[in-house]
């Protein structure tokens, strides 16, 4: 059966009724986009942070703001060429929008996987230093003389499961273990699944017991209802004490003395080292109260030559505000705040001092990579490197929605934007490739088609046109 | 909708002229967002001002709203008191206040 109206008009409407249907769609994902666009002012509006100005890089979304320009006209063009059957041209502008999309997409990947490397550790007293784990963080535990842990019978929902919770993060070799009667357990696949089935057979056989023992009491009754496995509490004693290195987002917590597991399997032994090794490339002391005091400037951290550049762009920057504007308040200003108090660091040294020449500072670096503390670290000399105690660190994440509201806000839309952008390209696409017949035969209903297609693209465009200054410029 | 060869030759010019001026209205946008204006609340408006126009650039020409059937009309009145709506409720949200001012 052939769908009516394609080509020509519906009398009722004077539309054909792809085009309806388009005008639909995109009337309802307005809506969709007006919803998260509001939700954009209510957490901007609401933030109790220093809410992020000219915080992405401006490039990217620029030049992506051109290529969604460049797509919407070619797409349209297409479309025109098509009316007029230069089919050469419309095949052109078709495969130059489709590209484009692939542009805007690739500079979208580049973007999102600089943030996803970015760090930024907020410390306790407000101060967020931003940068890079050269290492990525992971705390040392070691000396762990024995893991208890618990195989749930029916009542539980986590159960013990060493060989993928624990064992990963164990250095070195894994010894064997002896269980609390003194058998000797190698905990591999075979031993595990061996020793938790004996562990599940006697929870079994204890159950039996424990119904039977009712039964006889003539408790019958209850022994109906006593119908789940119990838990087995199980000690594993290494015949070496373990060390482990793992992320503090795959376990579940430590202290000094023990260590809890995902499975829940707990040890104890000792905390070696939870210090953070980070590559310092921007110090935000907008959130403390007094900026001179923050901790970034504590000797260990970055120290009084830091500070010094940073109190010396601190005064500059409100000295020409002040020169500038003798009428503002400086303390409204968004970007004079984010330009006084949010250091930004390009080198390894403050440059206040590596103006003495060349050398001067490339003497003064040569030693600090020397140090035999940190060879191991030995970072790529761009940026300072500082070596963070756990409690001076409250809170610490790369630049994703875990991170703030902004960035929370920030992949959301940009995310579903991109999605938009990915299911367009494909439908021009698919026009573009498998098409040919109608192309041949029926020009005019692929220029509808065409027309349709482009509808969305334009659309996707649009969005994108509120979406580089409130997210990369505002 | 454009139909007729000269029609669509026609329309052809305008996209061209539209494209340049949102090339030149981006540049715009990124050279006011640049300039301190005395409140922030200025460049925000300012940019979205620039941004309504390069929106209405293209749902007038591109979109062909402009010369449109009243069906897209009344489909689209609908969305706009939606979302207008949507937008109101973040008002009324941020104008809600506890009683207890201290919480």
């Known amino acids: 059966m052939d769908i009516p109206y394609t080509v020509s008009a519906r009398p009722d409407t004077g539309l054909f009724n792809a085009k309806i249907g388009i005008w639909l769609f995109l009337a309802s994902e307005v809506m969709l986009f007006g919803g998260l666009f509001s939700s954009y002012i209510f957490l901007r509006v609401g933030a109790d942070y220093a809410w992020p100005i000219h915080e992405l890089d401006v490039w990217p979304g620029f030049v992506n703001t051109l290529v969604l320009i460049g797509s919407s006209v070619t797409v349209v063009m297409a479309w025109a060429s098509l009316k007029l059957r230069k089919i050469g041209m419309y095949k052109v502008y078709m495969t130059i929008t489709v590209i484009c999309a692939g542009i805007f997409m690739g500079l979208k990947a580049y973007e999102y996987s600089k943030k996803f490397k970015h760090y930024a550790v907020k410390l306790t007293d407000g101060t967020i230093l931003t940068g890079h784990l050269p290492h990525g963080y992971e705390i040392e535990f070691g000396e762990i003389t024995e893991l208890s842990m618990t195989i749930a019978g029916e009542n539980k929902a986590v159960s013990a499961a060493p060989l993928s919770h624990v064992l990963p993060f164990v250095e070195g070799e894994i010894p064997t273990f002896t269980t609390a009667e003194g058998e000797e357990l190698t905990l591999d696949e075979a031993g595990w699944s061996a020793f938790h089935a004996q562990i599940i057979d006697a929870a079994e056989v204890k159950l039996a017991n424990d119904k039977a023992a009712l039964v006889a009491a003539g408790r019958g009754a209850e022994a109906d209802l006593k119908y789940l496995l119990p838990d087995t509490s199980v000690t594993l004693k290494p015949a070496t004490p373990l060390k482990v290195r793992v992320k503090p987002s795959k376990i579940y917590g430590y202290t000094g003395d023990t260590i809890t597991f995902r499975d829940g399997t707990t040890a104890s032994g000792k905390l070696i080292n939870d210090r953070m090794t980070l590559e310092v490339d921007g110090v935000d002391a907008r959130s403390v109260p007094d900026a001179e005091k923050s901790l970034a400037w504590k000797p260990e951290y970055l120290g009084d030559e830091w500070k010094e550049e940073f109190v010396h762009t601190r005064d500059s920057a409100l000295t020409h505000f002040a020169d500038e504007y003798p009428s503002r308040d400086p303390s409204k200003s968004a970007t004079l705040q984010k330009k006084a108090f949010y250091l930004h660091i390009h080198s390894p040294t403050p440059e206040g001092h590596a103006a003495d020449g060349d050398a001067h500072s490339a003497e003064a670096k040569a030693p600090s990579e020397g140090h035999g503390e940190d060879a191991h670290a030995g970072g790529h000399g761009h940026y300072p490197e500082v070596i963070l105690e756990k409690k001076d660190i409250t809170f610490f994440s790369n630049y994703t929605p875990k991170l703030n509201t902004f960035y929370a806000i920030y992949f959301t839309l940009t995310g579903l934007h991109g999605l938009h952008v990915v299911a367009g390209a494909l439908v021009l696409l698919y026009f573009l490739v498998c098409n040919g017949k109608m192309l041949r035969e029926d020009p005019e209903h692929l220029a509808n088609r065409v027309e349709v297609g482009g509808l969305f693209w334009h659309f996707v465009d649009l969005v994108w046109i509120f979406l580089f200054p409130l997210l990369y410029l505002l | ?103």
Do not use: C, Q, W
């Open chain 2, 1 to 103: 909708m454009a139909s007729s060869v000269e029609e669509v030759n026609k329309s052809v010019r305008a996209f061209m002229k539209v494209f340049a001026a949102l090339i030149i209205l981006t540049f715009i946008t990124v050279g006011l967002s640049m300039v301190e204006m005395p409140t922030h609340s200025m460049n925000i408006l300012v940019g979205m001002i620039v941004a309504a126009i390069k929106a209405s650039l293209v749902g007038l020409i591109f979109m062909h709203l402009n010369h449109e059937r009243s069906t897209v009309y009344k489909i689209l009145a609908f969305t706009g008191v939606f979302a207008i709506v949507l937008f109101v409720l973040i008002v009324l949200a941020h104008g809600d206040r506890l009683v207890d001012p201290n919480f």
